[in-house]
């Protein structure tokens, strides 16, 4: 019976080991979708960080797996000492992957929510907060194409979005948004 479990451990190990590379890209976007996307976007998306934060959740839970299948003790008090920790680490995994289905960044109407790894609340920046927008333009191989948009706030911060898949759909939006406000996009050269 024990060998048997000893098995089933062993064969999930293995796939947790390949899914901390497929699954992340595979569900986190749905889910994201499912439970944070609002009715009405311009764009909508995870923070790249998220990926990365579930990989590893994944891995660290198949390593603490595996951990725990090499180390055989001998005593009860050490299979329990064990199971704790191992019980303690799968919890913690867990709750990581829980907090990167909540890192994620929308686009509107009423201007850009954040919800950034640790944040519970979602941070928002009005479009009337916001005083420049660049786009900037890089030049490969005697090319130049537009490579992230640079958001600059009235307290000086900003925020990079790159131009790749909804946010290039989304770029006319924003500037007929930033263009009621008086603002247009910006094009920097480098």
Avoid: C
Avoid at 30 to 58: D, G, H, K, W
């Amino acid at each position: 019976m024990e060998s048997n479990g000893r098995q089933i451990q062993f064969g999930l190990i293995i796939i947790l080991f390949l899914s901390s590379l497929i699954v992340p890209v595979i569900l986190l976007y749905p889910i994201q979708e499912i439970l944070y996307r609002p009715n009405e976007f311009y764009y909508f998306a995870p923070y790249f960080n998220a990926y990365i934060i579930f990989m590893v959740s994944l891995f660290v839970m198949a390593l603490v797996l595996l951990i725990n299948y090499l180390i055989i003790p001998k005593t009860k008090k050490r299979k329990n000492i064990k199971r704790g920790l191992v019980s303690t680490s799968l919890l913690i995994a867990l709750g990581f992957i829980a907090l990167s289905f909540n890192t994620y960044k929308w686009i509107d109407s009423r201007g850009i929510h954040m919800n950034p790894f640790f944040s519970l609340k979602v941070n928002f920046v009005e479009w009337e907060e916001i005083v420049k927008v660049e786009q900037v333009n890089l030049e490969k191989s005697g090319v130049t194409k537009p490579d992230h948009l640079v958001f600059t706030f009235q307290d000086g911060s900003t925020i990079e979005e790159p131009l790749v898949g909804n946010m290039v759909l989304a770029k006319n939006y924003i500037a007929n948004e930033l263009k009621q406000r008086g603002l247009t996009i910006e094009n920097v050269y480098k």
